[in-house]
């Protein structure tokens, strides 16, 4: 298992779970000089910056891009893929495709957490099903065209009613052949939702793509109650040798936070 960080440049997340907000060269470097293996990056969109700017950084700090974000697209111009509006489902879906081209031209696969919306009012959860799935498969295909593939975040109650827990939704990818589609298991979303997360990740097995290395409280791992050690147990089980990326609050700090993230990972995956 390999270790990642967020770094966000969107300022309407300023107080989401992202680490670090400063400019992309100095979070690289924070980054680097902790000892992460890679960032996760959450960017306003594929325009913000160049390609080759990303990999310039990546490369001088030797460090991978983990993941791309989607959610951008939510949180700036409340996109989403299940829209009632087809105009604005298909605006959605064009930002979500830009992301994968962007991602995959850094060997890095785009996340959809946020932009699967919700359904409800006028859209049923069979119409609203139906669109994600359409967007899904658009998704899947241009991950795969990258040779990458794209990632699904099954969300707590309180930000979608798509899916909310990891066997239901890698049962979804299987039945509709999302075969470059992966979970990303969330640690703080999957402790408000799953029973046994150990469990849970057993059940999900070779679909878990992604692992958000968060704890109960959203907080660096070690500061919330989260009961790790089966959770890393799980994760070997199942032979994960993806990221455990934290997006986590930086509390009390970001450099306290990020400094407690590798501790914790190499006390626990190292």
């Known amino acids: 298992m390999k270790s990642a960080i967020t770094l966000a440049q969107v300022p309407e997340a300023k107080a989401g779970p992202f680490v670090f907000h400063q400019p992309l060269s100095e979070g690289f470097a924070k980054a680097a000089e902790l000892g992460f293996d890679a960032v996760e990056l959450f960017l306003p969109g594929p325009d913000f910056i160049g390609l080759d700017d990303v990999k310039s950084m990546a490369s001088a700090h030797n460090l991978a891009v983990a993941a791309v974000g989607t959610g951008a697209g939510m949180v700036q111009h409340g996109l989403s893929l299940t829209d009632p509006d087809p105009d604005r489902r298909m605006e959605a879906l064009a930002f979500v495709l830009s992301m994968v081209d962007f991602g995959g031209e850094l060997g890095a696969p785009a996340i959809l957490g946020s932009m699967q919306g919700r359904w ?150 190292g």
């Open 120 to 269: 409800g009012g006028e859209v049923s959860r069979e119409q609203s099903l139906e669109w994600l799935t359409e967007a899904l498969r658009a998704a899947d295909e241009r991950a795969a065209s990258h040779g990458a593939v794209f990632i699904y975040e099954p969300l707590n109650r309180y930000e979608t009613n798509q899916f909310n827990q990891l066997a239901p939704a890698a049962d979804y990818l299987t039945q509709n052949g999302l075969d470059h589609t992966v979970l990303l298991a969330d640690l703080f979303h999957m402790n408000i939702e799953e029973r046994d997360l150990a469990e849970a990740l057993q059940a999900a097995g070779p679909k878990v793509g992604h692992v958000h290395f968060a704890d109960s409280n959203r907080q660096a791992v070690g500061f919330g109650h989260t009961e790790m050690p089966s959770i890393l147990s799980a994760l070997r089980e199942i032979d994960y040798k993806g990221y455990l990326s934290a997006e986590i609050f930086p509390l009390p700090d970001a450099d306290a936070a990020a400094a407690q993230t590798i501790k914790a990972f190499r006390e626990l995956a």
